[in-house]
């Protein structure tokens, strides 16, 4: 099972922490996001043993990923938030504990789980 949780309205520039908790496993975890009207964007993944991260351009040096396995949490820090960050954020974990990246892309269909979105709004 996987929720995702940490959600709400920020200004530009500001920051959020979402969280996913998890059950106990050592599968990779990603989180994507989906804004209106877009296809859903891989943009943060985290190796089943926490060694290895993964992230899109569109996010890299503003957002970290990280990984409690000791509370089966896995946290990404969301820093200098823009505008187009505004998106549903989703959690997801494929069946292996490797991120699942083809070219610079982790597209959806790499994915075997998935949990309820978390809505993030970044507006003055």
Known sequence: QLQASGGGLVQPGGSL?????????????????QAPGKEREGISCIHGYGRRTYYADSVKGRFTI??????????????????????T????????????????????????????GTLVTVSS
Not at 24 to 29: F, Q, W
């Open 17 to 33: 922490r979402l969280s996913c908790a998890t059950s106990p496993n050592s599968y990779a975890i990603a989180w994507f996001r």
């Open 66 to 87: 990280s990984r409690d396995s000791a509370k089966n949490t896995v946290s990404l820090q969301m820093d200098s938030l823009k505008p187009e960050d505004t998106a």
């Open 89 to 116: 954020y989703y959690c997801a974990a494929p069946n292996t504990v490797a991120c699942t990246v083809i070219g610079d892309e982790m597209p959806a269909e790499g994915m075997d789980y998935w949990g309820k």
